[in-house]
């Protein structure tokens, strides 16, 4: 069946550090991968999208990575600060217009 | 600009009551889609309109769903019936086409508890 997951535990790191989230796919073959963070009680908000040709994607301190072997992309936030602390969702395009999404991973940066 | 805005935020209901949750999504924008977001779970797609159209309702979880789109705009998603396990978030989203690589930009969502 198909599944992404998303660590279901909290990523818990000190402000400056480098936070990387993982997403695992199986059973898919996604033109596109999508970042989201969501803040309590607000809808996701789109962060990167990354393409399958495209190995790498970056926006001032985020970097998405994408291992369509590894059916893998990571998604990192250098120099964190605690305003990053949220839930971020990654997010596969299923089809030309279906985004499924994983689970999410809660993100605490701490002072 | 305006975003994408959802009604009411918050809906409290006994089991068995109807209840009609409501999107304005983004001017201008043709699609838009339907989640629903359990507590600590992932987005759940549960429909997709292009214009006043649903071609993909495969994601609505019982007939006792249903959802319209009127004038490629404001979208209503009405549950009959309703059970306690139908207690969630209902988010809405649209984009300014099909899917690829357009962003869909959220609402808040609905808080819907079934009593």
């Known amino acids: 069946s198909q599944k992404i997951e998303q660590n279901s535990e909290a990523l818990n790191i000190q402000e400056g550090k480098t936070a990387t989230l993982t997403c695992n796919y199986t059973n898919y073959s996604p033109a596109y991968l999508q970042w989201y963070r969501q803040d309590p009680g607000r809808g996701p908000v789109f962060l990167l999208l990354?393409?399958?040709?495209?190995k790498e994607k970056r926006k001032e301190r985020l970097k998405v990575t994408f291992d369509t072997t590894l059916k893998q992309s990571l998604f990192h936030i250098t120099a964190s600060q605690p305003a990053d602390s949220a839930t971020y969702l990654c997010?596969?395009?299923?089809?030309?217009?279906?985004?499924?999404f994983g689970s999410g991973t809660r993100l605490l940066v701490r002072p | 600009g305006a975003g994408v805005s959802q009604s009411p935020s918050n809906k409290v209901t006994e089991k068995g009551k109807d209840v009609e949750l409501r999107c304005d999504p983004i001017?201008?924008?043709?699609?838009l889609y339907w989640y629903r977001q359990s507590l600590g779970q992932g987005l759940e797609f549960l429909i997709y309109f292009q214009g006043n159209s649903a071609p993909d309702k495969s994601g609505l979880p019982s007939d006792r769903f249903s959802a319209e789109r009127t004038g490629g705009s404001v979208s209503t998603l009405t549950i009959q019936r309703t059970q306690q396990e139908d207690s969630a978030v209902y988010l809405c989203a649209s984009s300014p086409t099909r899917g690829g690589t357009d962003t869909q930009y959220f609402g808040p969502g609905t808080r819907l508890t079934v009593l």
């Open positions: 997010a596969l395009l299923d089809g030309s217009y279906k985004l499924i």
């Open positions: 990354i393409r399958e040709n495209e």
């Open positions: 001017s201008g924008h043709t699609a």
